[in-house]
């Protein structure tokens, strides 16, 4: 039985398996898991469709949780699994599909009984196979605007067809199309029959039970699988016939995107994972520090971010890609960029390929493999069932970070495929003239040679003496530990409060890893106090994280990393990573943030960056729009991103500077530090913080968080354009107080509702596939939101649609038994009350508490012990007085699809159509 490496810092159990059908089997014992969970994940993806049925694995995902013959019921198991406080998915890749799900410990039983019946015994019902195939079509169309996808289908257009990467992943309403007066379901059947055997499965059990246990569950419901010792091969063609290299490939985005990639085909490199011989080369050719390609690219005004490694890969390819964000003037001299991106692989090819170079990046992978943190569940499951098709069982937990050493040979072998005549280009820009039009997706493209001539003109490039390679890190530790001290309070204490000031500190004692986080949130009245003042601050935001970057890429690589964002009431610093060098980061953030000594280049390049990702918000997609509406309708201090672009636009270096001064006038800042820090070094840094503050600002008041009250406004009504063929709505209703047991009824109504909602409009009516409920506070006020993007439905239905389910669930709720009651309640309070799962997981959640003002850290035990009191009678008058009159206070936003536009509309008590008027003149709930 092979024994697994596993880290230093990681206590669970493993175990791995074969069973006598072949299936390969890991069983992870974890003592503190907060739930059980399970993944399989099956060696069959779209590589494997019939080219006349494309899309076909990934339909066969989606049929697999439509009922099986044990549990014949389509929405059975998704509800069991709500029910008892867990959640579920899969996806489709090339050549993998992954299940998984997790769920209350008791309950995993009954879970792992559902969960393999789809491996044993889908029905595969044929009413069912029509709906589902509409569910598919669907996912397609509402992706058809999604530039990812589009330029994807490019790719796959400028390939050797004959190589399964070419094939149309997704699937349609054509592709999966009945023919010959036969239904497709005789093909499914045959296709799964065909391909979903046991020794092509990998499963994952990760649950708190003794290895004996699970390998008891593991055989009762998985071992009758059917096995039929298949051998998987794909076809031994390249990737890239000679046509299909040497070319440029340009495509036009719908989103402004102004990119140039630049991909040297390799082959599959799986069988090297214990070298990582890539990830070293893409961490020199990635480098973003002093003497850097990105750094020139910068201060020549050519690029604005640059990423190496990237690319497709697979069974027999690998794409290995270097990419640079353009401006204009890089998009007028996109020869140099590249003539000076080959002066840097050669450099790196001359002098770069160092065992301590190497040796830089191995410890680092070391350094995380032995204070690797706890993850969910979950994800150790899903994540270790593919590692176990990649990596041989030891090195499930391990391979991922396993470095053995350099091997010169083979990194220089790879890098020989690095050369002007071994590429393809890829010019992603809008209004390129292009010739043809990709499938399915219609995206517009051209393709040209590249010539003798253009290759000459990078040759021609004059040789840059500012290139130099990375010198020794001065931030990598190879001998870190966490501190003892003993701390007399289990919950964050404020350590240090002067007017202005406050910071709070907690030492951790549980997760035993090197590392702290701390958040600096700083309040400034003048932030957002207009739209142009909050454009400004972003601004300001991201002219320090772009020269910030050069600076600090060192630390960034060895472990350390920060942001900064805005929020509601200024803008806030996360720094985290090991706190051996913490200090030294943190000392160079602040004052790299004091000097603002910005660039006229830089400020013209960075504020036409921000303005084309705002104006880009025009053509996302109709649900996304609605969710980034809801905040800006109702949050005083928050705004839309094309609002934000236009108060941009004639923004001046001179009125940042001097926005920067005002917002500095007056602040007043909470922190919070947490993890690897002691006590004496939380204090030193207060004083530290009061000494910078009081030499740039005066102390001044917490911003008070406003938001925009919708009690007694009946229904309202907000239209919000987006360009698209699909409709969609989004219905929200908010509590008029912020108490736990308001908390709780909102939060139990859409854990009790979400997956008959998904089941009855999504799988049942066939709505769309963006269908869901959920629970949404807004400036620690409880509210609900109901959502659907549907390319089949007017708005006008869709809020139908979600009215006669409000109505419908309230007669459900009656029928459902008292056993029923409690263990939906109970699945509630086991997710809200889950354990924090590492370091990072509990700053976050200390930090939101500080933000709510909950300053005794006992909010979600409030609420947890407010859900336990709800009655079902209590639940059922809340969904009649509040959400089933004629006229509920409620908000309605939605976005009204090309096809859909001489529908009627829907009624409403009031509609928003100045949105600034609405906001002055309307009641607001405080929040400081």
Same mark, same amino acid.
């Given at each position: 039985m092979p024994q697994l490496t596993v880290s230093p810092n990681d206590n669970k159990g493993y175990q791995h398996i074969i069973l006598d059908n072949g299936l390969k089997a890991l069983l992870v014992q974890d003592v503190d898991a907060s739930k059980s969970a399970a993944a399989m994940a099956v060696n069959v993806g779209h590589f494997d469709d019939p080219m006349d049925r494309q899309g076909m694995a990934h339909f066969l995902e989606h049929m697999l949780f439509l009922g099986t013959e044990r549990f014949p019921n389509p929405g059975e198991y998704q509800q069991f699994i709500s029910q008892h406080g867990g959640n579920h998915n899969a996806w489709t890749g090339p050549e993998f599909t992954s299940y998984f799900f997790d769920i209350n410990h008791d309950s995993f039983p009954e879970g792992l009984e559902r969960?393999?019946?789809?491996?044993?015994?889908?029905?595969?019902?044929?009413?069912?196979?029509?709906?589902?195939?509409?569910?598919?079509?669907?996912? #397609?169309?509402?992706? *058809?605007?999604?530039?990812?996808?589009?330029?994807?289908?490019?790719?796959?257009?400028?390939?050797?067809p004959e190589h399964p990467f070419s094939k149309f992943s997704v699937g349609n309403i054509e592709t999966l199309a009945d023919r010959n007066q036969?239904?497709?379901?005789?093909?499914?059947?045959?296709?799964?029959?065909?391909?979903?055997?046991?020794?092509?499965?990998?499963?994952?059990?990760?649950?708190?039970?003794?290895?004996?246990?699970?390998?008891?569950?593991? $055989?009762?419901? #998985?071992?009758?699988?059917?096995?039929?010792?298949l051998t998987k091969s794909y076809p031994q063609i390249e990737l890239y016939r000679d046509s299909d290299m040497n070319i440029e490939v340009r495509t036009t985005p719908l989103k402004s995107q102004r990119r140039l990639t630049v991909t040297f085909p390799l082959p599959g490199i799986d069988k090297w994972y214990h070298l990582k011989p890539l990830t070293f080369l893409a961490h020199l050719?990635?480098?973003?520090?002093?003497?850097?390609?990105?750094?020139?690219?910068?201060?020549?005004?050519?690029?604005?971010?640059?990423?190496?490694?990237?690319?497709?890969?697979?069974?027999?390819?690998?794409?290995?890609?270097?990419? #640079?964000?353009?401006?204009?003037?890089?998009?007028?001299?996109?020869?140099?960029?590249?003539?000076?991106?080959?002066?840097?692989?050669?450099?790196?090819?001359?002098?770069?390929?160092?065992s301590w170079r190497y040796d830089e990046r191995r410890v680092l992978m070391d350094l995380a493999f032995r204070y690797q943190e706890p993850s969910k569940p979950l994800d150790i499951a899903s994540h270790l069932a593919i590692n176990l098709h990649h990596y041989s069982a030891e090195d499930a937990v391990f391979g991922d970070y396993r470095m053995d050493g350099l091997d010169v040979t083979l990194t220089k072998k790879l890098m020989a495929g690095m050369l002007p005549n071994k590429l393809r280009l890829t010019l992603v820009l809008p209004d390129l003239e292009t010739d043809q039009q990709a499938d399915y997706y219609h995206t517009p493209f051209a393709t040209a040679p590249i010539t003798d001539a253009r290759r000459a003109k990078w040759a021609a490039v004059p040789r840059s003496h500012e290139l130099s390679l990375p010198a020794p890190n001065p931030y990598i530790l190879d001998n870190v530990v966490p501190r003892e001290e003993e701390s007399s309070s289990s919950v964050p204490q404020i350590i240090y409060q002067q007017p202005g000031l406050k910071l709070w500190h907690f030492k951790d004692s549980d997760f035993n890893v090197p590392k702290g986080h701390l958040f600096i949130a700083l309040d400034s009245d003048e932030a957002h106090r207009t739209t142009r003042a909050a454009a400004l601050t972003r601004l300001y935001i991201a002219m320090l994280l772009d020269d910030l970057s050069e600076r600090t890429y060192a630390a960034e690589i060895a472990g350390l990393s920060y942001n900064i964002y805005p929020h509601q009431g200024g803008l806030t610093l996360h720094l985290t990573g090991y706190t051996g060098k913490q200090e030294a980061l943190l000392s160079l953030l602040l004052t790299q943030a004091r000097k603002r000594n910005f660039l006229p280049r830089r400020f013209n390049d960075t504020k036409a960056r921000l303005m084309r990702n705002?104006?880009?918000?025009?053509?996302?997609?109709?649900?996304? =729009?609605?969710?980034?509406?809801?905040?800006?309708?109702?949050?005083?201090?928050?705004?839309?991103?094309?609002?934000?672009?236009?108060?941009?636009?004639?923004?001046?270096?001179?009125?940042?500077?001097?926005?920067?001064?005002?917002?500095?006038?007056?602040?007043?800042?909470?922190?919070?530090?947490?993890?690897?820090?002691?006590?004496? $070094?939380?204090?030193?840094?207060?004083?530290?913080?009061?000494?910078? *503050?009081?030499?740039?600002?005066?102390?001044?008041? $917490?911003?008070?968080?406003?938001?925009?009250?919708?009690?007694? =406004?009946?229904?309202?009504?907000?239209?919000?354009?987006?360009?698209?063929?699909?409709?969609?709505?989004?219905?929200?209703?908010?509590?008029?107080?912020?108490?736990?047991?308001?908390?709780?009824?909102?939060?139990?109504?859409?854990?009790?509702?979400?997956?008959?909602?998904?089941?009855? *409009?999504?799988?049942?009516?066939?709505?769309?596939?963006?269908?869901?409920?959920?629970?949404?506070?807004?400036?620690?006020?409880?509210?609900?939101?109901?959502?659907?993007?549907?390319?089949?439905?007017?708005?006008?239905? *869709?809020?139908?649609?979600?009215?006669q389910f409000i109505a419908d669930f309230s007669y459900a709720l009656m029928q459902i038994t008292h056993q029923q009651w409690q263990a939906t309640k109970q699945g509630l309070v086991n997710q809200?009350?889950?354990?924090?799962?590492?370091?990072?997981?509990?700053?976050?959640?200390?930090?939101?508490?500080?933000?709510?003002?909950?300053?005794?850290?006992?909010?979600?035990?409030?609420?947890?012990?407010?859900?336990?009191?709800?009655?079902?009678?209590?639940?059922?008058?809340?969904?009649?007085?509040?959400?089933?009159?004629?006229?509920?206070?409620?908000?309605?936003?939605?976005?009204?699809?090309?096809?859909?536009?001489?529908?009627?509309?829907?009624?409403?008590?009031?509609?928003?159509?100045?949105?600034?008027?609405?906001?002055?003149?309307?009641?607001?709930?405080?929040k400081h």
């Open positions: 969960f393999s019946q789809f491996f044993t015994a889908p029905l595969f019902d044929s009413h069912l196979v029509d709906k589902e195939r509409q569910s598919v079509d669907s996912e #397609f169309k509402m992706k *058809l605007r999604d530039d990812v996808r589009r330029l994807y289908q490019v790719h796959k257009q400028t390939v050797n036969q239904s497709i379901r005789e093909e499914l059947l045959a296709f799964y029959n065909s391909q979903y055997s046991a020794n092509l499965m990998t499963l994952v059990l990760v649950s708190p039970e003794p290895l004996e246990n699970q390998k008891t569950l593991l $055989e009762r419901h #998985f071992s009758d699988i059917n096995n039929l010792n050719l990635g480098y973003e520090g002093k003497g850097s390609l990105l750094s020139l690219l910068k201060r020549q005004g050519l690029a604005t971010n640059l990423s190496a490694g990237g690319g497709i890969n697979g069974y027999n390819f690998k794409d290995f890609n270097i990419s #640079f964000q353009l401006t204009e003037k890089g998009i007028r001299e996109q020869d140099t960029i590249i003539g000076l991106m080959f002066q840097y692989i050669e450099l790196v090819r001359a002098q770069g390929i160092e705002w104006h880009a918000v025009r053509r996302a997609r109709p649900i996304s =729009k609605l969710f980034n509406s809801l905040t800006a309708t109702l949050q005083h201090r928050t705004f839309e991103p094309l609002r934000l672009a236009a108060g941009l636009e004639t923004v001046t270096l001179e009125e940042l500077h001097n926005h920067i001064n005002r917002i500095y006038d007056h602040v007043n800042v909470e922190a919070f530090v947490y993890g690897d820090w002691l006590k004496s $070094e939380a204090k030193q840094l207060g004083a530290t913080l009061e000494k910078l *503050l009081s030499a740039v600002s005066n102390p001044g008041d $917490e911003v008070t968080r406003e938001l925009v009250s919708i009690e007694g =406004k009946g229904t309202l009504l907000r239209e919000i354009t987006a360009e698209h063929q699909d409709s969609a709505i989004l219905v929200y209703y908010q509590s008029r107080q912020h108490t736990p047991h308001k908390a709780a009824m909102f939060s139990l109504l859409n854990h009790a509702m979400s997956s008959q909602f998904f089941h009855e *409009l999504r799988t049942k009516q066939q709505l769309g596939y963006m269908v869901g409920t959920s629970y949404v506070p807004l400036n620690h006020y409880p509210g609900l939101m109901f959502y659907i993007q549907s390319p089949v439905a007017s708005p006008q239905r *869709l809020i139908e649609a979600i009215d809200i009350l889950e354990a924090d799962t590492n370091i990072n997981a509990r700053a976050q959640r200390l930090w939101t508490s500080i933000g709510n003002q909950d300053v005794d850290f006992n909010q979600r035990q409030a609420i947890a012990d407010a859900i336990l009191t709800v009655e079902r009678a209590e639940m059922i008058r809340f969904i009649i007085e509040r959400m089933k009159p004629k006229t509920p206070d409620r908000l309605i936003l939605f976005s009204c699809g090309n096809q859909h536009q001489d529908l009627s509309g829907i009624e409403a008590s009031d509609s928003i159509d100045d949105l600034v008027q609405f906001k002055s003149e309307s009641s607001r709930f405080s």
